[in-house]
């Protein structure tokens, strides 16, 4: 078991969460969102992620949007426009990494939405329960086991899926005496517990809206084990029981009872000996923070119980005080105090403004319940969240209660035994790719700058005849542009066969099992006036603008006045006078020394400067080798280092390129422009729209304030931002993130704008 387990968890694991800034939306409205991806076993910022993959897919599993974003420290924050590809209707959201498409566990981060479109015909929906009612009775750890003490859990949901609260049962027998009773709690969650026999038929009885419902629970087996987990006050105690039947049959029979959280095992030897019953306690100390997964294995190591035991104790919560208010004639602005924060360590912080009487904020889990628990579980738990918000003793049981009826976790046993995950599916560090040369002739090639990536040059092995590139991080559908380099040195257009990684947003094969969302009764329909006007149409086209400023010349005055030492700008004429770099620098008073792919620089002292490549310093030049200046925008030579430090006492070179330059290029037609199949998305900015009455219920229901998908922690451990001066009485700050490299905080405050 233990080498299996080991082999099964070697592979390290991803959990993403995303904070969004409201789940029920109009359409024109902008869905806004903060993504985070963890590492499953310290529940810290993951330190490699970098691809993150967000997609919104309709109730066919149609994806309707996806968009690749660029993670930096593990967090980050796109959009999506709810534009004409939408209708009413409910929609998916979903955040992963590729990474986690090699395991079977639940890991990425799923959210069902409302759209509402007033311009749809039959948006108005009721909710209006019915009399049907799902009732399931789930004896703890699996089996219902004769003549023995059965705990069991109870979940009773309507035709909607929603747990019906405050509900209550009576348990009987077959000549409907009552055997217990429960309530369930606003959740729809509740337990009993009985002794049952083998020969005897129990029923459920509830009663729903006036109608008796009635159902039947499964016969109960003659041999078997009965399982009963109990939280204490710094400990857990374990109850396993047997009948006389089963203790004949097993004998001095070993059991293992396991413990684990997809990373720790540890092990308990069970024997029931003479005894129907077996004791064990075990201090929290020994259990693991969060999910804790109790397994009893018989002799043949075949899993026949299983049991999730939650620990809050570990999980560290972050408190915001009370928000402090500074108002200004049109604008508020909120400082929100949070204790025991290092500003040094990274943290991200994401807030959502919304009317205080909102009815558009309804996420299953937050962040706390997103890592802790729902990766662990094969179902989803209705209102997650609900179970780490203002946490309390009650919370604690109630949550118990429903892990006592989620059955076996999202770790299959015969998996682990035989299956291990492998990987397939590569940990990404933004874009590669693998480009392929047809002219034999030519060994050198340059990839120019990008947005994010410096210009590169390539020495390509003659036998392969290829050369490839990663951790490129292009964005918005900007293309790659690359020229080859003759032995002449002459720049001339390559003909390349360029292979990218990844090429097109990677699908789950796994789509998860998400909690339904409530509808709301009063939906807008077509009779509905627009209330709101989309607040990217506050976006104005300007008409073409002619300036007679001379701006080149004015950028090179502005240039030379703020460097020390010399700076020369190149325009196109200015780029043919020089073959490359080693042969501009001779013409600056340089030693240069090239010679099978070195290069060294001199001045006239015989000392070597310091060089920069676009605000890179070189600690090796060899790079410049047959540098070409196609791209060169422009070169600062200090001869004498003035403004730079002492080390830069033989002088400093700083070469500026620009990847924008193409006109020369595109005379000569030396380059080859290769299109990125799969792009970085930039944050865009996020657009409030605007109401035509902020008085109305429809702006109390669906109206939004501002959203704030990054803020860090200030000096004075304050979050700070400014918004519009509310039009509404009271407003609802939504606060999700994490700091400390492990803290967390999801609190809700409501604020009284008067």
């Given at each position: 078991m233990v080498s299996s387990y080991k082999a099964y968890t070697e592979l390290p694991r991803e959990i993403g969460y995303a904070h969004l800034n409201k789940t029920t939306y109009l359409k024109g409205e902008i869905i806004g969102y903060t993504a985070y991806i963890f590492d499953k076993a310290s529940h810290k910022l993951s330190s490699t992620a970098t691809n993150v993959y967000c997609t919104i897919s309709d109730e066919n599993n149609t994806t309707i949007k996806s968009e690749m974003i660029l993670a930096n420290n593990s967090v980050a924050n796109g959009s999506f426009q709810i534009d004409s590809l939408f209708t009413s209707g409910k929609y998916t959201f979903r955040a992963y990494t590729n990474w986690m498409r090699n395991f079977e566990e639940p890991n990425f981060y799923g959210q069902i939405l409302n759209i509402l479109d007033s311009e749809a015909k039959d948006t108005q929906k009721s909710i209006d329960s019915t009399s049907k009612l799902d009732a399931q009775f789930l004896p703890e750890g699996g089996h219902f086991v004769a003549d023995v003490k059965n705990s069991v859990g109870v979940i009773v949901k309507d035709s909607f899926g929603f747990g019906v609260p405050n509900l209550t049962g009576h348990v009987v027998d077959s000549e409907n005496n009552i055997l217990n009773n429960f309530t369930t709690n606003s959740l729809?969650?509740?337990?009993?517990?009985?002794?049952?026999?083998?020969?005897?038929?129990?029923?459920?009885?509830?009663?729903?809206?006036?109608?008796?419902?009635?159902?039947?629970?499964?016969?109960?087996?003659?041999?078997?084990?009965?399982?009963?987990?109990?939280?204490?006050?710094?400990?857990?105690?374990?109850s396993l029981r047997t009948n006389e039947n089963t203790s004949k049959q097993?004998?001095?029979?070993?059991?293992?009872?396991?413990?684990?959280?997809?990373?720790?095992?540890?092990?308990?030897?069970?024997?029931?000996?003479?005894?129907?019953?077996?004791?064990?306690?075990?201090?929290?100390?020994?259990?693991?923070?969060?999910?804790?997964?109790?397994?009893?294995?018989?002799?043949?190591?075949?899993?026949?119980?299983?049991?999730?035991?939650?620990?809050?104790?570990?999980?560290?919560?972050?408190?915001?005080?009370?928000?402090?208010?500074?108002?200004?004639?049109?604008?508020?602005?909120?400082?929100?105090p949070l204790n025991n924060i290092n500003d040094t360590l990274i943290n991200n912080f994401s807030v959502s403004i919304l009317p205080g009487n909102t009815k558009s904020y309804n996420p299953n889990n937050n962040i706390i319940s997103s890592i802790y628990l729902q990766p662990y579980i094969n179902s989803y738990i209705e209102n997650a969240a609900y179970y780490f918000t203002d946490i309390s003793r009650k919370k604690k049981f109630e949550l118990d209660n429903v892990l006592l009826t989620q059955g076996w976790s999202s770790y299959d046993w015969n998996t682990i035994f035989n299956n291990p995950p492998k990987a397939n599916y590569e940990y990404e560090n933004g874009v590669s790719f693998k480009a392929n040369a047809n002219d034999r002739n030519i060994s050198?090639?340059?990839?120019?700058?990008?947005?994010?990536?410096?210009?590169?040059?390539?020495?390509?092995?003659?036998?392969?005849?290829?050369?490839?590139?990663?951790?490129?991080?292009?964005?918005?559908?900007?293309?790659?542009?690359?020229?080859a380099i003759k032995n002449n040195n002459a720049t001339v257009k390559p003909n390349l066969y360029v292979q990218f990684s990844p090429f097109q947003t990677p699908t789950l094969g796994y789509q998860g099992n998400f909690a339904p969302i409530k509808e709301k009764l009063n939906t807008i329909n077509n009779e509905t006036p627009p209330m709101y006007r989309p607040g990217w149409e506050k976006v104005e086209d300007l008409d073409e603008v002619t300036l007679t400023v001379n701006k080149e010349a004015e950028r090179t005055d502005r240039l030379k006045r703020v460097a020390f030492g010399k700076v020369d700008v190149f325009d196109d004429l200015k780029r043919t006078t020089s073959i490359d770099f080693a042969s501009y620098l001779r013409t600056q008073g340089y030693k240069v020394t090239e010679y099978i792919g070195e290069l060294q620089i001199i001045n006239t002292r015989g000392k070597s400067p310091i060089v920069y490549l676009d605000n890179i310093r070189l600690y090796n030049t060899d790079a410049l080798y047959k540098f070409p200046m196609d791209n060169v925008d422009y070169i600062s030579i200090n001869k004498l280092g003035g403004g730079e430090g002492g080390e830069a006492a033989n002088g400093v070179i700083k070469i500026f390129t620009d990847p924008t330059i193409s006109q020369n290029k595109l005379k000569r037609n030396v380059t080859q422009e290769v299109p990125v199949p799969l792009t970085f998305s930039s944050p865009k900015e996020f657009y409030v729209?605007?109401?035509?009455?902020?008085?109305?219920?429809?702006?109390?229901?669906?109206?939004?304030?501002?959203?704030?998908?990054?803020?860090?922690?200030?000096?004075?451990?304050?979050?700070i931002f400014k918004i519009p001066m509310p039009k509404v009485e009271t407003i609802s700050i939504f606060i999700e993130g994490t700091a400390n490299d492990g803290s967390f905080i999801f609190e809700v405050k409501n604020i009284s704008v008067q």
């Open positions: 729809g969650i509740g337990k009993f517990t009985f002794k049952p026999n083998s020969t005897e038929l129990y029923k459920v009885i509830l009663n729903f809206n006036n109608t008796e419902h009635i159902f039947n629970l499964k016969k109960a087996a003659d041999r078997g084990i009965a399982l009963t987990i109990n939280g204490l006050e710094n400990r857990v105690a374990i097993i004998g001095k029979q070993n059991y293992t009872l396991a413990i684990h959280n997809g990373k720790v095992l540890k092990t308990i030897n069970i024997n029931f000996k003479k005894s129907l019953e077996v004791m064990k306690t075990i201090n929290f100390e020994d259990l693991s923070t969060g999910i804790n997964i109790f397994t009893l294995f018989d002799e043949q190591n075949k899993p026949i119980l299983e049991r999730l035991f939650f620990k809050y104790e570990g999980i560290r919560l972050l408190n915001a005080q009370p928000p402090q208010i500074e108002n200004s004639i049109d604008s508020l602005t909120i400082k929100i050198k090639y340059i990839m120019y700058a990008t947005r994010n990536n410096d210009l590169q040059v390539f020495e390509i092995d003659p036998k392969t005849k290829d050369f490839q590139a990663t951790g490129l991080l292009p964005m918005d559908n900007e293309k790659l542009r690359f020229s729209p605007e109401y035509t009455s902020y008085q109305s219920q429809f702006y109390q229901d669906y109206g939004v304030i501002g959203w704030f998908p990054r803020l860090r922690i200030q000096e004075d451990s304050n979050l």
